[in-house]
T-cell receptor
Framework: DAKTTQPPSMDCAEGRAANLPCNHSTISGNEYVYWYRQIHSQGPQYIIHGLKNNETNEMASLIITEDRKSSTLILPHATLRDTAVYYCIVRVAWETSGSRLTFGEGTQLTVNP | GAGVSQSPRYKVAKRGQDVALRCDPISGHVSLFWYQQALGQGPEFLTYFQNEAQLDKSGLPSDRFFAERPEGSVSTLKIQRTQQEDSAVYLC??????????????FGDGTRLSIL
């Protein structure tokens, strides 16, 4: 799986949009971009994933650049409960053996009141 | 329950003891994963089951670690002769089917293991 690079920490004001970047310059054509987050003392929580088109769900939006070498997770109106470590992961799309997730160190997002 | 359930939530053991950690995946989920998370680090893959078959155990750190899923639902991770370096959070995740490659993995809240 391709390696990802994320800033170690970011701050955001409550109510503002949080934009979390991720570089995955060695991503292959058959690899998806996944985002998970982990709130303290909880297991990782799935947020969103995409291949090449932008995606949106009730939690967030995922913007993938045209060359697929980077992406941005957008939390449109951050709340204090969004404080967590956010992981960007690339994962092979066509593997049939289960396709483990390879976590990096993620970005610690702190939402401030 | 609706989510992945792990028990116990916390486990303290003395060095050299054996421990067993349980995972109840989401009902009907075919794929089951175990991960190990050291303090301040991201989770690291240990092993993967498809139904009762253990298809990948390449992440198990030593032969003291053993996992099983005999009936294709509940799974147990066993650690024999525990060492202090085994102290970590052990996470279980499940997903619907392996063929649906873009099915997300759903995680439990883990078992925090402390070896004294």
């Amino acid at each position: 799986d391709a390696k990802t690079t994320q800033p170690p920490s970011m701050d955001c004001a409550e109510g503002r949009a949080a934009n979390l970047p991720c570089n995955h310059s060695t991503i292959s054509g058959n690899e998806y971009v996944y985002w998970y987050r982990q709130i303290h003392s909880q297991g990782p929580q799935y947020i969103i994933h995409g291949l090449k088109n932008n995606e949106t769900n009730e939690m967030a939006s995922l913007i993938i650049t045209e060359d697929r070498k980077s992406s941005t997770l957008i939390l449109p109106h951050a709340t204090l409960r969004d404080t967590a470590v956010y992981y960007c992961i690339v994962r092979v799309a066509w593997e049939t053996s289960g396709s483990r997730l390879t976590f990096g160190e993620g970005t610690q997002l702190t939402v401030n009141p | 329950g609706a989510g992945v359930s792990q028990s116990p939530r916390y486990k303290v053991a003395k060095r050299g003891q054996d421990v067993a950690l349980r995972c109840d995946p989401i009902s009907g989920h075919v794929s089951l994963f175990w991960y190990q998370q050291a303090l301040g680090q991201g989770p690291e893959f240990l092993t993967y089951f498809q139904n009762e078959a253990q298809l990948d155990k390449s992440g198990l750190p030593s032969d003291r670690f053993f996992a099983e899923r005999p009936e294709g639902s509940v799974s147990t991770l066993k650690i024999q002769r525990t060492q202090q370096e085994d102290s970590a959070v052990y996470l279980c995740a499940s997903s619907l089917t392996p063929q649906e490659f873009n099915q997300p993995q759903h995680f439990g809240d883990g078992t925090r293991l402390s070896i004294l």
